[in-house]
């Protein structure tokens, strides 16, 4: 064995583990990465609150002059004349906001006018943006919740308007959005996929069409995910907006754009279930007499549901992971208010449209990642489990 | 008798299953030692001790002693890559690398660092004639291997392991998978490598071992049970137990 | 299975047909999506997109140039820059992928003691989990600072990180759990004979993984290659992020901004009619070619290098 043959293994060993340890890493630097910047957001708030912030203005109903006494919360600034406890935060950009924590049930604060002449409340958890008063200088976010505070208990500031907003942030909708876009692409997909696999395993000839069938199936899972998304808004926007009240891209057809991309998967998955049911077990229905549709159908479709369930499993964890053909179809506008008939942003294009903000909200769009890769990996749990069961089944029958 | 390799006591284990047991055996130059005995009864896995071919199983373990031409007992801190190339093996099923026939044989040497054109296909030309392969591959050395008949490839296999200019050929039953007229081809090869080579074959045909081989060892469930001169094991067979394997009345 | 004489019964027939339909409509959805992308596709270059003029085909295939003039305005639309990036921008980081990729999967299957190999198979599974907009996500905030003090480390202008480098770097992440994956079932399937073989002619381990295990393999390995490159080319939120949206090129430089194809279809989504919005099928129907024509000449190239000796 010369040198020069054994310096080139060591040196081929090296990059070798090398490579391991940089792939090891990788899945390290994401998950530290999403981790590290999100985390500190998570928070039951996040889950259900609004994106976006409203903002109100709002004049004082009357200048009662009663005295407040402090409900002796240790957090933030007393202003004893109006009855509210306010204090300094961050908002999710890292600028400092002025967060109301208190407002007494009789403070003046809870019941003042908006520009409509409508009773609304400052409630807590919103932010104090500004306070203009009668011939004395604004109160404003940059000098401070103590600062503001002192400007509203003296007694000499009378208010003219009061502008506030809740915090927004949230993401409530598209959560929402999420969850109705699985549920409508499993209830469109799974029959289909299922009822087209039944097909091609226990009915279909063994002739040239159902060969053509399947091969033109499995072209699509070569077909880039965007393409899907053009499909989407040529034909089914335009589809659900004549045949249903939406108007425009809707969660509908987000929800058949999606069955598409999945029908290889589900199909794929469902015959490999259904292959895997011993003959003998058809041979046993069909020998009792029964005809073929029951035997398929009470028969071997339920010794596949495992196979099924996994297809399921599958089948969510693509829907959550999807976005350049939602991005199509579903546009990037976040709403607060869902509904199938509309627009909305799935968890993966809210992340999107934070993303190509100006400027970009790394944070929030980490704290997100958290949550689709935390569902994911349950999913992906969830997999190995009905797997495990189903090779249980297998070697016990 | 000049020996080329001395057992004494050998013991495997697969873990806790003990699959050699208290092995002393003596191999001799230039002779062709069979090893016959029923299925599993440890010769497939004594001929890959003699060049440690065992070590890449997982919870072998092995005692005793193995000494190769003189010197030290070899079972610990040996090299292998060293004892590999002056004990080469043949295996069952012919298994030439997806490669050209000359780049087959040239494996070997070139993994050793000779890299000359010019030696290399002198030593597959010369490899390939001493495995009787030569006329029939004459043509085209840069034919794939895998276009060979399992003879040829069997043969091609014999002369990747001469390539190394080994002292000792080990052949694990390298005609079981091969046709009669392959078979005789090989045996005929063997008798004539036995000149320049030691040669210890583990073979499952008694008619083999008695064509071909100068002394045979009989392995009984990890046993040694007889060892000696093939004509005086098959005429005159000091245990029945030899006899009736023998025979054909068991295994 | 299909049993011989399975039309038992009447009903047996409305089932088989019944079902039949469910199974020609989901194979008829490539049809569709051939038919509408290449039909709305085609409009820009044949009709006068409502007083503008047709796009000069010719032109959009070999321009350099994404748009010159007036979104709305104009019908001089380029794309041939953007085939020329794309198709660049995947070879570049396959070749960054392809090693990494198959050296962690002959790790895990040669090398690796049993526990090791069980752990990096899931550390495998999980990358192969991650949705693209995380890879985004990662590439915009980890990746791009990165290339950033890289590129002013050497002197070099760069759009905040954004270009080439990121883009190579973050799809090479998406591509090697796809490589390792595929070539560690292929790796593993190798005769172990063979590998024996080697190691009795007195070859050592390493060599022999090199010289026999990945030859034997390479059939497996190439196909695993072939599927990260056809989704390279098709992935499109997590290039967008650091890409920088070059609009015109092409930019070579790995510090250069640059763009591909997808990337290019999912910028300024502004409209939903008009000749800006149309263009992005004559796009897609461009992004469908550029992957069959890649796939049809590495498909090509695997069966020539796999005849010999196998």
Redesign the interface.
């Given at each position: 064995m010369t040198k020069k043959v054994k310096i080139l293994g060591m040196v081929l060993d090296g990059f070798t583990y090398f490579s391991a340890i940089l792939t090891a890493l990788a899945l390290f630097m994401i998950m530290g990465f999403v981790f590290r910047n999100g985390f500190s957001l998570l928070s039951f708030d996040l889950l259900t609150k609004d994106y976006h912030a409203n903002h109100y203005v709002a004049t004082l109903n009357e200048d009662e002059s009663i005295t407040f006494t402090n409900p002796g919360i240790d957090e933030g600034y007393f202003v004893e004349r109006y009855g509210i406890i306010i204090n300094d935060t961050k908002n999710l950009s890292g600028d400092t906001i002025i967060e109301v924590i208190y407002v007494e049930e009789y403070s003046p604060f809870n019941a003042l006018n908006n520009q409509n002449d409508q009773i609304i409340a400052l409630e807590e958890g919103m932010l104090l943006s500004r306070v203009t008063y009668e011939e004395h200088p604004t109160s404003l976010t940059n000098r401070g919740a103590y600062s503001m505070a002192e400007d509203l208990n003296n007694e000499d500031r009378v208010i003219r308007e009061v502008m506030f907003s809740t915090v927004g942030g949230g993401i409530r909708g598209s959560l929402i959005a999420t969850l109705y876009l699985i549920g409508l692409t499993l209830m469109i997909a799974m029959p289909f996929g299922i009822l087209s696999a039944v097909y091609l395993n226990e009915f279909a000839p063994n002739n040239k069409l159902t060969r053509t069938i399947r091969s033109f199936i499995e072209t699509l899972t070569g077909v880039p995910s965007i393409i899907f998304g053009l499909l989407g808004i040529t034909v089914f926007v335009p589809i659900t907006s004549s045949l249903t009240q939406a108007n425009g891209s809707n969660l509908i057809a987000g929800a058949l754009t999606l069955s598409v991309i999945l029908l290889p998967v589900i199909i794929r998955t469902t015959e490999e279930a259904l292959r895997v049911v011993p003959n003998e077990h058809r041979f046993a229905s069909l020998a009792l007499g029964a005809n073929h549709t029951q035997t398929t159908f009470k028969v071997v479709l339920p010794q596949a549901l495992s196979g099924i369930l996994t297809a399921t499993f599958l089948a969510i964890g693509r829907i959550i992971g999807e976005s350049a053909a939602l991005i199509f179809v579903l546009g990037t506008a976040i709403k607060d208010r869902v509904s199938v008939f509309e627009s909305a942003t799935p968890l993966a294009v809210h992340i999107w449209s934070m993303m190509t903000d100006e400027p970009a909200n790394i944070a929030l769009s980490s704290t997100v990642a958290i949550i689709i890769l935390s569902i994911v990996l349950i999913l992906n749990i969830g997999i190995k489990l009905s797997v495990f069961f189903w090779n249980r089944k297998r070697s016990v029958s | 008798m000049d020996k080329v390799f001395q057992i004494d006591d050998l013991n495997l284990f697969y873990d806790d299953f003990q699959a050699l047991k208290h092995i002393d055996l003596e191999i001799y130059r230039n002779k062709i030692t069979a090893l016959i005995g029923p299925s599993g009864c440890g010769k497939s896995t004594f001929i890959r001790c003699l060049n440690r071919m065992n070590d890449l199983i997982d919870g072998v373990k092995m005692d005793g002693c193995i000494r190769f031409d003189d010197e030290v007992c070899n079972l610990d801190g040996y090299d292998v890559i060293n004892l590999r190339k002056r004990v080469g093996m043949v295996f069952q099923k012919p298994n030439p690398f997806p490669m050209s026939i000359f780049d087959n044989i040239a494996y070997g040497p070139r993994r050793q660092g000779v890299k000359d054109k010019a030696t290399l296909k002198e030593t597959v030309i010369k490899s390939l004639k001493q495995a009787a392969l030569y006329d029939e591959v004459k043509d085209d050395l840069n034919k794939s291997a895998l276009s060979l008949s399992g003879g040829q490839q069997q043969r091609l296999c014999i002369a990747r392991a001469l390539a190394m200019e080994p002292e000792v050929l080990l052949m694990d039953e390298p005609t079981s998978a091969l046709d009669p007229i392959a078979t005789q081809k090989i045996e005929a090869l063997i008798s004539e490598l036995k000149e320049k080579y030691t040669i210890v074959i583990v073979t499952h045909s008694m008619q083999q071992a008695a064509r071909i081989s100068d002394y045979t060892a009989f392995f009984y469930m990890g046993e040694l049970r007889e060892y000696d001169a093939t004509d005086k094991i098959f005429k005159a067979p000091k245990l029945k137990q030899t006899e009736d394997y023998i025979t054909g009345r068991f295994g | 299975?299909?049993?011989k004489s399975?039309?038992?019964?009447k009903?047996?027939s409305?089932?088989?047909n019944g079902?039949?339909i469910?199974?020609?409509?989901?194979?008829?959805?490539?049809?569709?999506?051939s038919l509408?992308?290449t039909l709305?596709g085609i409009l820009p270059f044949i009709t006068d997109n409502d007083g503008l003029g047709s796009v000069n085909l010719f032109r959009f295939l070999t321009s350099t140039v994404w748009l010159k003039g007036e979104t709305f305005v104009s019908t001089a639309y380029g794309a041939g820059f953007l085939v020329v990036q794309t198709l660049y921008i995947a070879f570049l980081s396959l070749m960054l992928a392809f090693?990494?990729?198959?050296?962690?999967a002959?790790?895990?299957a040669k090398?690796?003691p049993k526990n090791i190999a069980r752990i990096?198979r899931t550390?495998?599974?999980?990358?192969t989990?991650?949705?693209?907009?995380?890879?985004?996500?990662?590439g915009?905030?980890?990746i791009l600072p990165w290339v950033y003090r890289l590129a002013r480390a050497f002197n070099f202008q760069s759009g905040g990180g954004n270009g080439t480098l990121s883009v190579v770097i973050v799809l090479a992440?998406m591509s090697?759990?796809t490589i390792?994956a595929v070539s560690e079932v292929a790796i593993r399937s190798v005769?172990r004979?063979?590998e024996?073989?080697?190691?009795?002619?007195?070859?050592?381990a390493?060599?022999t993984?090199?010289?026999?295990t990945l030859?034997?393999a390479k059939s497996g390995i190439f196909s695993s290659a072939i599927l990260a490159i056809?989704?390279a080319?098709?992935?499109?939120?997590a290039i967008?992020?650091v890409a920088g949206n070059a609009r015109s090129g092409p930019n070579f430089g790995l510090f250069d901004i640059t763009s591909t194809i997808?990337s290019t279809?999912?910028q300024g989504?502004k409209e939903?009619s008009g000749i800006d919005y149309d263009i992005?099928?004559s796009l897609?129907i461009l992004?469908?070619v550029v992957?069959l024509v890649t796939?049809l000449a590495l498909n090509f190239v695997k069966k020539k290098v796999g005849n010999?000796?196998?």
């Open positions: - | - | 299975m299909r049993t399975y039309r038992l019964s009903i047996d409305i089932t088989e079902l039949s469910f199974a020609v409509i989901s194979a008829s959805m490539i049809v569709l999506i509408f992308i709305k090693p990494i990729g198959v050296l962690t002959l790790f895990i090398i690796a990096f550390i495998i599974e999980l990358l989990a991650i949705p693209s907009i995380v890879f985004g996500l990662v915009a905030g980890l992440l090697i759990p390792t005769d004979s063979l024996d073989a080697s190691l009795a002619l007195g070859a050592t390493s060599q993984r090199f010289k026999i030859l034997a056809g989704r080319l098709g992935e499109a939120t967008s992020l997808t279809m999912l989504m939903t992005r099928f897609g992004l469908m992957i796939n010999m000796h196998d």
